[in-house]
């Protein structure tokens, strides 16, 4: 007599085979671009659009991986801008510049310290960096020889800025600053806040500034935020660096 086979049976090879048939999960993600493709910006309603990257998500590879820099850029630096746009838009903040948001943001609501400020430091977060980065400053640049000035070298400068980037406590940011004196200063400030707001101890016009919040790192390097601030210095825009140093330094004239 021909045996039935149990139910049990029946279901474990119909879920082997399923799971034998099912589609691993690539490793790379299937919505970023392919190397070399800059990224369209998202579309903002209102007066602050997304930069436009100078760079591919790829492209600061293996110091910045492109899983992190998308989601960086096209989540969290996206939702910082419409949320700005929907705190200003037909209300009376409407037409103020960015820069004045900053400068003002005690006066303002809560969501313009935080999402205004985190618009306004990953604006430049990405302009600080490049795929040509050199791991230093060219001689010929004012910024190289103001460093050492200012710090001895810039080797020390390097290990101060990552100092202060290593121990700034939770999510937040480190700077290199020109402050009302004109002096150089390295600083730190919490959550989104940023040189400009007055709200802050140290103020000054930002430079150079580091995103240290774990959703700028943790995907690659996990709880490594020294070695994040390490690849951070392999890909330093100088040549921004110094542009913004130069129009700071002629606006105190
Ligand atoms: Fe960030």
């Known amino acids: 007599m021909r045996k039935t086979p149990s139910i049990l049976a029946v279901f474990t090879i119909i879920a082997l085979s399923a799971c034998a048939s099912k589609p691993r999960t690539p490793a790379t993600t299937p919505e970023a671009p392919p ?17 436009r990257l100078d760079y591919s998500f790829f492209a600061l590879e293996p110091h910045f991986d492109a899983r992190t820099m998308q989601i960086h850029y096209e989540k969290h630096h996206a939702g910082y801008a ?17 820069e004045d948001l900053m400068r003002e943001v005690s006066r303002h609501p809560a969501v313009i310290r935080n999402h205004g400020g985190g618009y306004y430091n990953h604006n430049l977060f990405w302009k600080n960096l490049t ?16 460093l050492d000035a200012a710090f001895g070298s810039f080797e ?6 990552s100092a202060a980037a290593a121990s700034r406590f939770g999510s937040g940011w480190a ?18 806040d940023n040189p400009l707001m007055d709200v802050v101890e140290t103020r000054g016009t930002p430079l150079l500034a580091l995103d240290v919040w774990e959703h ?29 140093y130069q129009a700071a330094t002629k606006a105190r004239e």
């Not at 020390?156 to 800025?161: D, I």
């Not at 290199?176 to 600083?187: N, P, R, W």
């Open 35 to 51: 190397s070399g493709q800059i990224p369209q910006a998202p579309e903002m309603k209102g007066p602050f659009q997304m930069p």
């Open 82 to 98: 419409k949320n700005l746009n929907e705190a200003v838009v037909g209300g009376p903040l409407a037409g103020l510049s960015l």
């Open 131 to 146: 795929p040509d980065g050199r791991g230093f400053p060219c001689r010929k640049l004012a910024i190289a020889g103001a």
């Open 156 to 161: 020390k400068f390097r290990e101060a800025f």
């Open 175 to 192: 700077w290199l600053i020109l402050d009302g004196e004109g002096k150089l200063v390295i600083t730190t400030t919490a959550n989104q």
């Open 216 to 244: 700028a790192y943790y995907l690659h390097y996990q709880n490594r935020r020294a070695d994040y601030v390490a690849a951070f210095f392999r890909v330093i825009d100088w040549e921004e660096v110094e542009r913004r």
